[in-house]
Nanobody, 129 residues
Framework: EVQLVESGGGLVQAGDSLRLHCTGSGFTFDDYAIGWFRQAPGKELEGISCISGYNGGKTYHSDSVKGRFTISVDNAKNTVYLQMNNLRPEDTAVYYC?????????????????????WGQGTQVTVAS
C-alpha cells in the first residue's frame, strides 16, 4: 500500500524558514513523480512544486514560490523535502505531498492535482506577519 506522510509544518514569523518532509512507503522513489500542493483558507488547491525520478530528479517550481522554495529528495530515506525560505503570510496553508507513477506527470501535469493518485494527510503552515 502506497502511503505518504507529511511533517514539518508549524507557526512561524514572516521571513522565517521551514522544511517540510514527505516520507513515502509501499513504493520506491526510482519511478515516481512527487508534487507539493497547498490549500489556503477559502482558496483552491494550488500546485507549487514537483520532482521526477524519470528525468534524473529534475525539479520544477511555480512562479509563486520560485526562488524561495526548493524541492529535493533523499532516495535512501524515501523522503522528499520542501525547503521554504523567506516565508510570507500568504504562504499560510495546508501543505500536501502527492505521488504518481506516470512518466508525464512531472513536469507536464506538475500542478494538476487530478494527475496524482496518492496523497498525504497534509501539514499546516501558518506565517504570522
Amino acid at each position: 500500500e502506497v502511503q505518504l506522510v507529511e511533517s514539518g509544518g508549524g507557526l512561524v514569523q514572516a521571513g522565517d524558514s521551514l522544511r517540510l518532509h514527505c516520507t513515502g512507503s509501499g513504493f520506491t522513489f526510482d519511478d515516481y513523480a512527487i508534487g507539493w500542493f497547498r490549500q489556503a483558507p477559502g482558496k483552491e488547491l494550488e500546485g507549487i512544486s514537483c520532482i521526477s525520478g524519470y528525468n534524473g530528479g529534475k525539479t520544477y517550481h511555480s512562479d509563486s514560490v520560485k526562488g524561495r522554495f526548493t524541492i529535493s529528495v533523499d532516495n535512501a530515506k524515501n523522503t522528499v523535502y520542501l525547503q521554504m525560505n523567506n516565508l510570507r503570510p500568504e504562504d499560510t496553508a495546508v501543505y500536501y505531498c502527492a505521488a504518481d507513477f506516470g512518466e508525464e506527470t512531472c513536469p507536464t501535469y506538475a500542478y494538476d492535482s487530478t494527475s496524482y493518485g496518492h496523497w498525504g494527510q497534509g501539514t499546516q503552515v501558518t506565517v504570522a506577519s
